[in-house]
């Protein structure tokens, strides 16, 4: 066990020891925008999203987090109000360990304060990823990255060398790309159309990940186009595709 992973387990058991289990289901709403922030919530099972609300109506999902992650400290430790919704996609549990407890044991206990630090750090690490993800790429290739990103960090493996992406809506995709669930729905198909992608019900599989990659190098490349085979057994002589928390 790597020493980040023992800070980890003795971070989640004093939070456990300090807060109170409670279980969700999938569509809950476990932290309110706008609503102050008397709470952290350490995911114990069960995944979730975070969901920003804009001014037009449309939603944008800044990250999906899962069982081990932290939610809400920002908040309590800046003693702001929520700045986006924390939305349950599964049912699971989450221990709630209320703002007063929680300031008390970052005072009393470093390890927690490093461990906080450090999330904190990833986590803008991950926002500046996705910001540059959106301000260098059309959609169709930031859905491409996207997927690729996912199925490297959390995929799971399926066939020969593919990997499969699992639990995510056209929606979901969308919102968290910025773009229309159906400029996604084209998107998904032009990749189906190159062989790079089969999809099914909530799942999203890249046959050839080292193929798509090899795609993504090459900055003219777009789904769709019927060029794909000329990418075959190039060498990865190229940056890999900014890495953003998924699913």
Request: charged content about 25%; overall charge positive.
């Amino acid at each position: 066990m790597t020493e980040d992973h023992r800070l980890a387990d003795q971070v989640r058991t004093l939070l456990r020891n300090s807060g109170r289990p409670r279980p969700f289901r999938r569509g809950d709403v476990l932290i309110v925008e706008g609503a102050p922030a008397d709470e952290v919530l350490l995911i114990e099972t069960g995944k979730v999203k975070v969901v920003l609300h804009g001014s037009n109506g449309a939603d944008s999902i800044l990250g999906f987090y899962g069982a081990g992650e932290l939610m809400g400290e920002m908040g309590v430790m800046g003693e702001r109000p929520r700045s986006a919704d924390v939305i349950a996609r599964t049912p699971g549990v989450a221990v709630h360990v209320d703002a007063h407890t929680f300031r008390t044991l970052l005072r009393d206990h470093p390890s927690l304060s490093a461990y906080v630090t450090d999330v904190l750090s990833k986590r803008l690490f991950q926002a500046d990823q996705r910001q540059r993800l959106h301000a260098s790429f059309e959609v169709s290739v930031r859905v491409a990255r996207q997927l690729l990103s996912w199925a490297q960090s959390s995929g799971e493996p399926a066939g020969e060398g593919g990997l499969r992406v699992k639990g995510l809506t056209q929606l979901e995709i969308a919102q968290f790309v910025t773009a229309s669930a159906k400029t996604v729905d084209h998107v998904l198909k032009q990749l189906r159309a190159d062989k790079l992608l089969e999809t099914g019900r909530r799942s999203y599989v890249l046959p050839d990940p080292q193929l798509l990659e090899r795609c993504l190098g090459d900055p003219d490349w777009r789904p769709g186009r019927g060029d794909v085979s000329r990418f075959s057994g190039r060498p990865d002589n190229f940056a890999h595709p900014d890495s953003t928390r998924a699913c």
